[in-house]
T-cell receptor, first 113, second 113 residues
């Protein structure tokens, strides 16, 4: 089983739609969580961190469920420019308080006019 | 502007040749990372360094080598022992080994001639 799992998609949605992605992680030592966005043939860019209480940034809402070990990303009022691959990332603390980031495979979103 | 600079953007390797990918950051970050990304795949960790003059193998270190002689620089050498080097190579950094997110350079595409 992969340490971080995402549905690769693609998710094809019309402009203005609301779309949600889920991501599950297997290591209960995971301590911090992030969503990154990656455009085709470009580097990943941090979209938002995910906090235990849930957090919102404009049209984007991230939530964490530690008991079920999953995080989610909700995008409201989808724009054409939201088309990209969304990477779920978890930080696992090891010994000596060092952290290791584990990346999911990514979920591809295509927003159509 | 503070950031991470990778060079070259595109690189071609002949059979039996070693090539070195450059990664420089002026963010004063302690931790630096090298990842490989194959088409349609997630990021896989090659090597990482949490402090100058120290580095550790990631999940796919075979056929690669690194050095960390300066805080700002973390070059990656793809040796002739790496039999399938064609990939998108991403360098990342973050302030320390704890729970902060990573920031990426814009990548180097390596191809075999």
């Amino acid at each position: 089983r992969k340490e971080v799992e995402q549905d690769p998609g693609p998710f094809n949605v019309p402009e203005g739609a609301t779309v949600a992605f889920n991501c599950t992680y297997s290591n209960s030592a995971s301590q911090s969580f992030f969503w990154y966005r990656q455009d085709c043939r470009k580097e990943p860019k941090l979209l938002m961190s995910v906090y235990s209480s849930g957090n919102e940034d404009g049209r984007f809402t991230a939530q964490l469920n530690r008991a079920s070990q999953y995080i989610s990303l909700l995008i409201r009022d989808s724009k054409l420019s939201d088309s990209a691959t969304y990477l779920c990332v978890v930080n696992i603390y090891g010994s000596s308080n060092t952290g290791k980031l584990i990346f999911g495979q990514g979920t591809t979103l295509q927003v159509k006019p | 502007d503070g950031g991470i600079t990778q060079s070259p953007k595109y690189l071609f390797r002949k059979e039996g040749q070693n090539v070195t990918l450059s990664c420089e950051q002026n963010l004063n970050h302690d931790a630096m990372y090298w990842y490989r990304q194959d088409p349609g795949q997630g990021l896989r960790l090659i090597y990482y360094s949490q402090i100058v003059n120290d580095f550790q193998k990631g999940d796919i270190a075979e056929g690669y080598s690194v050095s960390r002689e300066k805080k700002e620089s973390f070059p990656l050498t793809v040796t002739s022992a790496q039999k399938n080097p064609t990939a998108f190579y991403l360098c990342a950094s973050r302030p320390g080994p704890g729970g902060q997110p990573q920031h990426f350079g814009d990548g180097t595409r390596l191809s075999i001639l």
